[in-house]
């Protein structure tokens, strides 16, 4: 999927594995310091997945990554099905010039090809630049939560099933 975005600022375009090192960087720019081979495996498998759709933002002049949108296809038990929106990042240098907009405007694309009833993004509380730019494109804050997290054992590198069902 390619989309126009603001004229003459950029162009939308879904990644490509060469984008990998460029999302990488931009990630970074958020505190989430990634390099480019486990991106591009990562950009791998979620452009592989139906239910996910990861885009880049282009100058229109030089080509260059100004940003990205990941989004993707969620169920849950008591609201049924929805798009939520998953990472969103724009260059510093390039924010405020319409590149998040289109970003998101190529999201909500996405989501209607995809007959989704509704779009939904999280946006930290820290991140107070971002709440005005949302609130701007009509998206509402139905409730504030608080998200918690446990790290898991790595069960990629240990198999943790009982020995009688390892050679399954």
Not at 36 to 44: D, I, Y
Not at 93 to 114: I, M, N, S, T, Y
Not at 140 to 156: F, I
Request: net charge positive; hydrophobic share 45%.
């Amino acid at each position: 999927m390619t989309a126009p975005a603001s004229p003459g600022v950029c162009r939308v375009r879904s990644a490509r594995p060469e984008d990998a090192a460029q999302i990488a960087r931009l990630a970074g720019t958020l505190g989430y310091p990634n390099d480019a081979e486990a991106m591009r495996a990562r950009l791998m498998d979620l452009t592989a997945r139906s239910g996910h759709w990861v885009a880049v933002a282009c100058a229109a002049d030089t080509g260059a990554a100004l940003g990205w949108v990941h989004v993707a296809r969620c169920v849950t038990l008591e609201t049924g099905e929805f798009a939520e929106i998953l990472g969103l990042v724009v260059d510093a240098g390039a924010r405020r010039g319409g590149v998040g907009r289109a970003l998101v405007a190529a999201a909500e694309r996405w989501a209607g090809e995809q007959r989704l009833p509704r779009i939904t993004v999280r946006s930290n509380a820290a991140r107070v630049e971002s709440h005005p730019f949302y609130a701007a494109l009509g998206y509402q804050r139905p409730k504030t939560q608080h998200v918690y997290s446990k790290a898991l054992a790595d069960t990629r590198l240990t198999d943790t099933r009982p020995a009688d069902m390892r050679s399954q």
